[in-house]
C-alpha cells in the first residue's frame, strides 16, 4: 500500500505545489528587495573654460578722458624763489605722504620732462600711465587720471581740457597739511624753519 501511495500522482500533487509556492514566494522576495543606492560622486564640478580659440570680440578697453595731454610750464616768480623741485628731498620725505606715491612720482616725471624740454610737450596717457607702472585701466576712475586730479587738488597743476599747466616748483606745505603729517615728519619740518634748503636725506 506504501508503494501504491508513492506512485499515486494525486499524493505527489500536494507536495508538487507546495514546492511550487515556496519557489515563487522566493523569486518574489529576491525581486522586491530595494536596490542599493548608488554613492554620490564626490568629484567636485567645475564650469567649462572659455574656448581661447573663441572668435567673439573682447570688450573694448576703457578710454581715458584724453587720450593725449599738452604739458605746459606755469612760470610762477615767487613759486621760483620759495618752492622745491618735484625730484628734492623735501617734497619725497614731506610732500609723498600728502601726494600718495602716483602722483608724486608724476610730478617728478613731469618735472624731469620741463627740464629736457622747457616749452612743454605732449604726452600719450596710455602710454605714459604703463611706463610709470599705473596700468593700462583707461577711464576717469583709472590711477593715472586720479594722479592728475590730486595735482590739480593741490595747486599743483591745473587742467583744460587735453592741456596741463605744471608749476615748475612745489610749494612749502602750508600749516593745515603740515598738521596731517605723521608726529615724527612734524617734528623734522618744524625743525627746519623757513628756510627752502635741502632737506638731508633720512638715513
Known amino acids: 500500500?506504501?508503494?501504491?501511495?508513492?506512485?499515486?500522482?494525486?499524493?505527489?500533487?500536494?507536495?508538487?505545489?507546495?514546492?511550487?509556492?515556496?519557489?515563487?514566494?522566493?523569486?518574489t522576495a529576491s525581486t522586491t528587495q530595494p536596490a542599493t543606492p548608488t554613492p554620490t560622486d564626490p568629484t567636485p564640478t567645475y564650469p567649462t573654460p572659455t574656448d581661447p580659440t573663441s572668435t567673439d570680440p573682447a570688450p573694448a578697453p576703457r578710454r581715458y578722458p584724453e587720450p593725449?595731454?599738452?604739458?605746459?610750464p606755469a612760470d610762477d616768480?615767487?613759486?621760483?624763489?620759495?618752492?622745491?623741485?618735484?625730484?628734492?628731498?623735501?617734497?619725497?620725505?614731506?610732500?609723498?605722504?600728502?601726494?600718495?606715491?602716483?602722483a608724486t612720482l608724476l610730478v617728478r616725471r613731469i618735472a624731469l620732462g620741463l627740464e629736457r624740454c622747457p616749452d612743454g610737450f605732449d604726452i600719450d596717457t596710455h602710454h605714459w600711465a604703463e611706463e610709470l607702472g599705473l596700468g593700462s585701466r583707461g577711464g576717469k576712475h583709472s590711477p593715472l587720471w586720479r594722479s592728475i586730479d590730486r595735482l590739480c587738488r593741490?595747486?599743483?597743476?591745473?587742467?583744460?581740457?587735453?592741456?596741463?599747466?605744471?608749476?615748475?616748483?612745489?610749494?612749502?606745505?602750508?600749516?593745515?597739511?603740515?598738521?596731517?603729517?605723521?608726529?615724527?615728519l612734524r617734528?623734522?619740518?618744524?625743525?627746519?624753519?623757513?628756510?627752502?634748503?635741502?632737506?638731508p636725506r633720512a638715513a
Open 68 to 72: 593725449r595731454l599738452e604739458i605746459r
Open 77 to 102: 616768480p615767487v613759486l621760483a624763489s620759495l618752492g622745491h623741485d618735484p625730484r628734492s628731498d623735501y617734497v619725497e620725505t614731506f610732500w609723498l605722504p600728502i601726494l600718495g606715491p602716483s
Open 1 to 27: 500500500m506504501q508503494a501504491a501511495l508513492a506512485t499515486s500522482p494525486t499524493a505527489i500533487a500536494p507536495i508538487v505545489r507546495i514546492h511550487v509556492k515556496e519557489l515563487r514566494s522566493m523569486t
Open 154 to 184: 593741490f595747486g599743483l597743476a591745473r587742467r583744460n581740457g587735453p592741456r596741463l599747466v605744471v608749476h615748475r616748483q612745489v610749494p612749502p606745505l602750508t600749516l593745515r597739511q603740515v598738521e596731517r603729517l605723521p608726529a615724527h
Open 187 to 199: 617734528r623734522r619740518h618744524d625743525g627746519r624753519g623757513s628756510g627752502s634748503s635741502p632737506m
